[in-house]
């Protein structure tokens, strides 16, 4: 057999092994990264305490589990209302469940935890089953001081009062439109005083010397001023009571407190 023959026949060996392993190997990477793996996150959190306060330092658990036949590592995702708060690195055997757990040191208020699977060293985490649990709800309870609680009553005592100023302004103004009108005698005296000069001086362009100016001299009938109105001066003693609303109030409570602790 001549050599050179012997030296293609090597050489073209060399070159089909190295292109089979090179084309098994992107093979196997291809279906590493696009087969699914029988594994989850599943879809409940729960927490170590039950009833939680502000401050309090509590664990956040979930489950993640793997029904495949090979180890998985991989690290996971915490967050509270889409905020991250911590991170944990796993491993989980060929079918097993395993649980995953953060500390969280709790704020008052109502939020919203959830779990991701951000890496999973074997594969891609869009092949696994499942990869972010459900939002669960947190509520925590707000720490009670007597900074808080006088807090809470100014803002309740400042929308109490607000509203009700509202109600007696407008109980104040309808009261108002009751009134009985009345004519004021010094306006009318001076509106009759201003006529009777106006009449005056026509007059006397048209009068000889030493007429008098109109009726500037006259008195104003009696019975154009009306007297006093005791009906009026009710309703505004009224109107100022419904403005004063908080001493009518305050009185009452006042009177309330001495009556229950008066001694017979």
């Known amino acids: 057999m ?11 060996g060399m070159l089909f092994f190295v292109f089979f392993g090179f084309y098994s190997n992107t093979f196997a990477q291809t279906a590493s990264t696009t087969e699914t793996i029988n594994a989850e996150i599943l879809s409940d959190v729960w927490y170590s305490e039950t009833i939680i306060s502000e401050k309090d330092i509590i664990n956040i658990y979930v489950g993640f ?32 469940l395993i ?3 953060a500390p969280y ?8 935890v959830q779990v991701k699977i951000l890496s999973i060293k074997e ?11 459900e939002k669960k709800s947190l509520d925590v309870k707000y720490e009670i001081t007597k900074e808080v609680v006088l807090a809470k ?14 109600y007696a302004d407008k109980l104040a103004n309808y009261v108002e439109s009751l009134k009985t009108p009345t004519e004021n005698s010094s306006s009318d005296s001076n509106l009759a005083f201003v006529s009777s000069v106006d009449k005056g001086l026509v007059s006397s362009q048209n009068s000889t010397k030493g007429a008098v100016l109109g ?27 419904i403005h004063k609303w908080v001493w009518i109030v ?11 602790f008066r001694k017979d």
């Open 105 to 112: 040191t709790a704020v008052g208020g109502n939020h919203k």
């Open 99 to 101: 649980k995953l757990e």
């Open 250 to 260: 305050t009185a009452v409570f006042l009177l309330i407190i001495y009556s229950m």
């Open 153 to 166: 009553a100014e803002n309740i005592a400042n929308v109490v009062v607000n509203t009700a100023n509202t």
């Open 123 to 133: 594969s891609s985490i869009s092949n696994l089953l499942s990869s972010e649990s």
């Open 65 to 96: 589990q793997n029904h495949s036949d090979k180890n998985l590592s991989g690290t996971a995702g915490f967050y509270v209302d889409d905020v991250e708060i911590a991170k944990s690195e796993f491993t989980a055997g060929p079918k097993s």
């Open 2 to 12: 001549p050599k050179g023959y012997i030296l293609r026949l090597f050489f073209g």
């Open 215 to 241: 009726t500037s001299t006259k008195n104003i009938p009696e019975n154009n001023k009306k007297p006093f109105s005791f009906y009026n001066s009710f309703l505004d003693v009224l109107i100022f009571l």
